[in-house]
């Protein structure tokens, strides 16, 4: 079963725009975090925010967790051509074994 | 250069044929993962192995087995392949700073 929920499906915006994706989960975590895969590629790590935290800052990316409501927040300042992608969510839960749970993803397309 | 290496990109197989998956990493990591991820879905995971010698399923293991080799290697195999496990399989490895590195696919498809 799918532990992160992620909205918007699609998010289609202009270039230097800002983009903003939400992930929601279901149970406890250890942490959250956030990868990117281009189309055909594997995954790459983004950012991980662990559960104390409520903010996380790395370049041009923002992560938000809001562990009472169990969701978090990605923001993309300045948007570029080549964050076109898309971006997943990631629970690890605090049963250990670093296991992963991924959400459905945010399809992102920025327009030229 | 370091990171997760997967072998084959592609592989075409009838129903019924046996394949094996490898994975090798060399970033000195204990744990590894298998991943599948089909059209609309995120990565569900198949089996994992939290050091050598050890192995423990996850969300979807029917059908598939799995090789803790070594600390490098961790293969996945499919007895007896249908088209239900038509997909793209991951493999990775984590490190200290708990994100994963993935490898860059293989795409498998059973006829």
């Known amino acids: 079963s799918q532990q992160g929920e992620e909205d918007p499906q699609a998010l289609s915006i202009q270039e230097g725009e800002n983009a903003t994706m939400n992930c929601s989960y279901k149970?406890?975590?250890?942490?959250l975090q956030w990868y990117r895969q281009n189309s055909g590629r594997g995954l790459v790590h983004l950012i991980l925010?662990?559960?104390?935290?409520r903010e996380k800052h790395s370049g041009r990316l923002r992560v938000t967790l809001d562990t009472s409501k169990k969701s978090s927040s990605l923001l993309i300042t300045a948007s570029r051509a080549a964050d076109t992608a898309s971006y997943f969510c990631?629970?690890?839960?605090?049963?250990?074994?670093?296991?992963?749970?991924f959400g459905q993803g945010t399809r992102l397309t920025i327009n030229p | 250069n370091a990171g997760v290496t997967q072998t084959p990109k592609f592989q075409v197989l009838k129903t019924g044929q046996s394949m094996t998956l490898q994975c090798a990493q060399d970033?000195?990591?204990?744990?590894m993962y298998w991943y599948r991820q089909d059209p609309g879905m995120g990565l569900r995971l198949i089996y994992y192995s939290a050091s050598e010698g050890t192995t423990d399923k996850g969300e979807v293991p029917n059908g598939y087995n799995v090789s803790r080799l070594n600390k490098r290697e961790f293969s996945l195999r499919l007895e007896s392949a249908a088209p239900s496990q038509t997909s793209v399989y991951f493999c990775?490895?984590?490190?200290?700073?708990?994100?994963?590195?993935f490898g860059s696919g293989t795409r498998l498809t059973v006829v």
């Open positions: 925010i662990r559960s104390n935290e």
């Open positions: 990631a629970t690890d839960g605090v049963q250990g074994a670093q296991k992963l749970v």
């Open positions: 990775a490895s984590i490190g200290n700073n708990y994100g994963y590195t």
């Open positions: 970033m000195n990591h204990n744990s």
């Open positions: 149970t406890s975590i250890n942490n």
